[in-house]
């Protein structure tokens, strides 16, 4: 770096733009850009829209989990918000899906807390 002007010398500045470039295209060349060209920029669980600054909050989902599986016609994509990516992943993890276990849905909503369990016992029967 030259000490005077606080910018990097030419080498540098050329060795950072070449940086630059090659990470331009492969941001191009990956699934979420392609997505972004195939699909509208429309949430496919609650529809919302997105352009703009907004479109940032748009994900490519893979409907098979796998993020290696990304196919050139799109076909193991969504788009979905980041509110309903994230939701569309905790389904997974409590159908155990995700993790690999065999956690049914009752086994995981007894281990969600429940704020009226002993409300019964609290308020009395009532006799």
């Not at 796998?66 to 939701?87: A, F, K, V």
């Not at 155990?96 to 002993?118: L, M, V, Y």
Request: glycine share 8%.
């Amino acid at each position: 770096m030259c000490a005077a002007s606080g910018k990097p010398d030419p080498d540098r500045q050329a060795q950072l733009r070449a940086e630059l470039r090659r990470d331009v295209l492969q941001r191009r060349a990956g699934y979420r850009e392609r997505a972004l060209k195939l699909f509208s920029h429309i949430c496919g669980s609650c529809g919302r829209e997105f352009s703009g600054k907004r479109l940032k909050e748009l994900t490519v989902h893979h409907k098979d989990h796998d993020h290696t599986n990304n196919p050139p016609d799109g076909s193991n994509w969504e788009l979905l918000c980041i509110y309903c990516h994230d939701h569309e992943h905790e389904k997974d993890q409590v159908r155990g899906s995700a993790s690999g276990s065999d956690i049914t849905r009752k086994q995981a909503a007894s281990k969600i807390a429940n704020p009226f369990d002993n409300l019964d016992q609290l308020l009395g029967d009532g006799s």
